[in-house]
């Protein structure tokens, strides 16, 4: 977690890192700080807390200069607090760095670098890097960027540093391992950051950093030196994001921008992927025999992208007829799970950057699989760790909370079904069809779902101050229940619980008294009557019963004190637009409790550590 920026150029660097930073704040936001370079000096300002009070103390400071590094943190080694919060120095003083990632032998390089007269001043893994640095400049480094490569041969772990150093005023330095860094080609400048909408206000042309690189930037060059320090060229990519996607649009928060962007991101993610009957998946380069030869397949995934592949679980069995095992990653990467040449891995993660998630994936490939990953982030370490990769373009997700990325994922999800069945002649081309134009109509049904929303408002009045909520699914609505739930409790600190309906009477129903809210997925299905048997269980415990239905279903909508309507869909498409009323329904929840639904505590958008 952690993002990190830099910035060398005619401007002033200050500005444009704190516009960086308040971009990358989704990656952490416990303390955040610059360093800006000036005259031969460094000029530090770091604050506890979120980036507001960074840009406080920076309107007090006098941080002019045109070569700057910063950082949001997110806190793995050492509390908040301002001597946590980066940039770092050495001894001397006259090197400042930002790092992500996690060095794992930090303690042992903290004792032998203390052990050679070394000072530190903050509890951080991070510092040590300054002080190794700081060594190889003493010691016959005749440059920064060899002092930084030689000190990065020190550490165990993951990283991506940038560095400044008064030795060398002109340059920012910059390494990484496993943490992502990206270069942004600027017209005033060259910009660094661990996330492209820290500088998509300035530049949408990207160099993506490979790990070993060391990387030199200059207001009008860029040097990266590759692991054996060989000068080489990147090609440069231009992106297309826009600022406006980066930036909250008119809406309270990027929570509520993100959900309200689900028509248009589904659309982006199917575009161009049907045609007639089948679905063109270039991307995975699969001969027919070896769709035919595939034994198994695992999805891998953790937290709301889990819940993505609950339902591909689903709609691949349901289509194909593959048997698919759906695995937690963090689990999967250490229950040694029968892996051969003939077992397909999905692996879905929308910040590409999930540590267990590749670690699962490396693992993976290993023992022979092929790599299959949905991924949202263009560049992220996934994409570049896969056999094949299918990309979801929802756009930046800034909210912590996953929104759209959740459905841009079960819409991937359809298209590796379909694929799949296509392929081994398991649907018959109408059914093919059908389900076709299901999905090219789900963009206006996300719509139409969205547009009908002041009974969710309405609800939110009655539930908001309830300590616990009990959300129940069968079929695909199982994992709406689980993501929901998540949602919810994410966002507003309520407990929640997602079931299985029919587990509600195997424990769960002695969670249920008077006017507990139990909500249900009860959409038309095939077990829709026994979904509506459990809520008829719930009611007789007293329970208030909030159920997201088939519009105009009267018979559901009778046994529900609230109800939430969703189009009529294809059962096993439904997820997509059953989700919708529970993602606002959250959003409410936790708006009314005063909750910052965008950084919710304890939470970070890309959760780099084990
Ligand atoms: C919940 C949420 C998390 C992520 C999880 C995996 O709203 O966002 O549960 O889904 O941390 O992240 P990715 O998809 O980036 O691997």
Redo the contacts with the bound molecule.
Sequence with gaps: MCGIVGYVGSEQSSKILYEGLRRLEYRGYDSAGVAVMNDGGLNIVRAVGNLAHLGKALETEDVSGNIGIGHTRWATHGKPSEANAHPHQDCTGNLAIVHNGIIENFAELREELSGRGHDFHSETDTEVIAHLIEEQMTNGCDSLPSAVREASKSLDGTYAIAAVCTDDPDHIVAARRDSPLVIGVGETGNFLASGIPAFLAHTREVINIENGDVVILSADSITILDENDNSITRESETVDWDVAAAEKGGYDDFMLKEIFEQPEAFRNTIRGRFKDDHVTLDELKLTDQQVADISKIYIV?????YHAGMVGKYAIEKWARIPVELDVASEFRYRDPVIDENTLVIA???????AD?LAGVVQAREQGAKVLAVVNVVGSLLTREADILILTHAGPEIG???TK?FTCQLAAMYLVGLYLATARGTLSSGERRSIISELERMPEMIQETLEDHSMITEATEKYFELPDFLYLGRGVGFPVALESA??MK?ISYIHAEGYAAGEMKHGPIALIEDGTPVITVANNSLVQDKVLSNVQESIARGASIVIVGTRGDKTTMGQADDFFPVPECDEILSPVLTTIPLQLFSYHVAKRRGCNVDQPRNLAK??TVE
């Design positions: 995934a953790c937290g709301t992208s879905i993660s929308q910040s590409g950057e999930t998630t912590v909370a996953a990325t998540l949602k994410e890309s959760v």
